[in-house]
């Protein structure tokens, strides 16, 4: 297998004022050719440490890609050290001017001297159309290698990278045969180490012994990956997985909990909603995010003072006064009173202390009352979440879908 490495350039990267979300993309798209990422690194706008980044990760890989530095300020120098690396001198590049001045002309903006300069490239490149953006995407190769240099901007990247050099990488290496086969899934109530130790005391011969297995924790679960080159192998590791562990089996697939719920809900035919409290219409918010779930999903109360919680769902006055509004039993009512006021087959409801303050007696921080409605009936309960407020409020929404998803158990092994 291919190897490849990445580089993300500029200073605003390693201050922390943006995150790279481009080296995760680009080692997503290049495994499922087949490339496997060795190494990837953040460099500031230094020449100097631009340079030593390319010569460590064109010794380790077979492509490597940078992101970054292309644009037309004085800090963006990346072409200029892709001309000292590979050699040659900068030149202008006739399209490539065309296109930026075509690019502004439609936006009705005037060219300066700095954008023009977007058109001049390194001689030992090949350029290739950035259709969606002014700075020039650059195709190196050197003692058999390739060198891609593409902007920073995760839309234009992306749009390059899918259209232009991804299908060109498969032609230069023909990279279709080398694609790996994977499998994922989420657990819950099982550690990374547990799993391990488990695996590790199966016979040599077992399947999940000879596959490959990344763990992969993430807010309020664990996600695994099983990779295999023989998809007959990963579907028997998959199936000595299942028998090891289904009990804490939650959802397959490389997809959120929000996601699980969505399928889980339209391949059984039901419908949910949510009442939330210290979650905040977080819980909504995660099941916006998909697109077309609109037919399972009909809306939220966010209830954050007991008045909307007794006027809007119907929570009573004696649970309120008797319980506290950060109680099993309130909670109960919530889930109730919004699947009846929305009309829904489901629901989820939260009640909390996200922190920092509003600890009581007996309920700290970090404790949220969480229950989930099914057809089946209601169930609520408390837990106990560590962390900050905003890491409070994301495993109680974690906790939440979870839980509905092990409330609909009985769908559960149908879909899987």
Not at 126 to 131: D, F, G, L, R, S
Not at 193 to 212: C, F, G, P, Y
Not at 340 to 354: E, F, L, P, R, W
């Amino acid at each position: 297998m291919m190897n490849i490495a990445v580089i993300a350039i500029g200073d605003e990267l390693l201050l922390g004022n943006v995150t790279d979300t481009n080296t995760p993309y680009i080692a997503a798209a290049s495994d499922r050719i087949g490339l496997r990422m060795v190494y990837s690194c953040h460099v500031a706008d230094d020449a100097e440490e631009i340079y030593a980044a390319i010569d460590l990760a064109m010794s380790k890989a077979d492509v490597v890609i940078t992101t970054g530095g292309l644009g037309p300020t004085k800090d963006d120098i990346t072409k200029e050290v892709m001309c000292r690396y590979f050699g040659g001198e900068m030149r202008k590049d006739e399209a490539v001017a065309r296109h930026v001045e075509e690019i502004f002309r439609k936006k009705g903006l005037p060219m300066n001297e700095l954008t023009a300069t977007q058109a001049m490239v390194p001689e030992s490149c090949i350029v290739v159309e950035n259709a969606v953006g002014t700075a020039p995407v650059m195709w190196f190769e050197l003692d058999g290698k390739v060198l891609v240099s593409m902007p920073g901007v995760p839309r234009e990247m992306r749009y390059v990278l899918d259209h232009e050099v991804i299908p060109r990488l498969c032609s230069r290496f023909e990279l279709q045969s080398a694609q790996l086969h994977h499998l994922f899934i989420a657990t819950e109530g099982i550690s990374e180490s547990d799993v391990n130790t488990s695996i590790e005391t199966m016979a040599d011969d077992s399947a999940l012994r000879r596959v490959h297995v990344a763990y992969l924790p993430q807010t309020g679960y664990l996600k695994l990956r099983l990779d295999a080159e023989d998809a007959e192998l990963l579907g028997a590791a998959e199936r000595e997985f299942y028998s090891q562990f289904g009990v804490y089996v939650i959802f397959k697939g490389d997809i959120t909990p929000a996601e699980a719920l969505v399928n889980r809900l339209r391949a059984c035919g039901l419908t949910v909603a949510s009442a939330e409290s210290c979650t905040g219409g977080n819980i909504a918010h995660q099941l916006t995010l998909i697109a077309g779930c609109s037919d399972v999903y009909q809306g939220s109360v966010v209830s954050y003072s007991n008045e909307v919680k007794m006027n809007l769902l119907g929570v009573s006055k004696h649970t309120l006064e008797s319980y506290g509004a950060v109680s099993v039993e309130v909670a109960y009512q919530m889930a109730e009173g919004v699947a009846k006021a929305v009309g829904t087959d489901c629901a989820m409801a939260t009640s909390g202390i996200a922190g920092p303050g509003g600890a009581t007696p007996g309920k700290p921080v970090g404790t949220v009352c969480i229950a989930v409605k099914t057809p089946s009936g209601t169930t609520s309960d408390v837990y106990h979440f560590t962390g900050g407020r905003s890491e409070v409020i994301a495993r109680a929404t974690v906790k939440a879908v979870t839980l509905l998803l092990k409330g609909l158990g009985c769908q559960a092994t149908r879909l899987s």
